[in-house]
């Protein structure tokens, strides 16, 4: 069955870096498009970056773009999320995410708390 296993989270001051990894299996993964989610408390599910299953295309949420980059290894079924100059508001769990279509099917890892505060 398919799986998503994220880790990297962790207690970060503001401005530092942080790289999030999600390992898949279960699927073909160099097919399947690939994102980053995150939610924090009382607020919505927020789409923050996704990639293409050739790495061809990436997109960003506006409130990360020049910060956060998105990046695919095929080869190790991994995703990874580099996070910098981060913000308290960045402050959240964050999820990985694909799906399939025909019927249309979202899988989510467990995903992996990022805290940032001084």
């Known amino acids: 069955q398919v799986q998503l296993v994220e880790s990297g989270g962790g207690l970060v001051q503001p401005g530092g870096s942080l790289t999030l990894s999600c390992v898949a299996s279960?699927?073909?993964?160099?097919?399947?498009?690939m994102r980053w989610y995150r939610q924090a408390p009382g607020n919505e599910r927020e789409l923050v970056a996704h990639i293409s299953s050739s790495t061809t295309t990436t997109n960003y949420a506006d409130s990360v773009k020049g910060r956060f980059t998105i990046s695919r290894d095929n080869a190790k079924n991994t995703v990874y999320l580099q996070m910098n100059s981060l913000k308290p508001e960045d402050t959240a769990v964050y999820l990985c995410?694909?799906?399939?279509?025909?019927?249309?099917?979202?899988?989510w890892g467990q995903g992996t708390q990022v805290t940032v505060r001084s």
């Open positions: 995410n694909t799906w399939s279509n025909m019927p249309h099917t979202e899988y």
């Open positions: 279960g699927f073909t993964f160099k097919t399947y498009a």
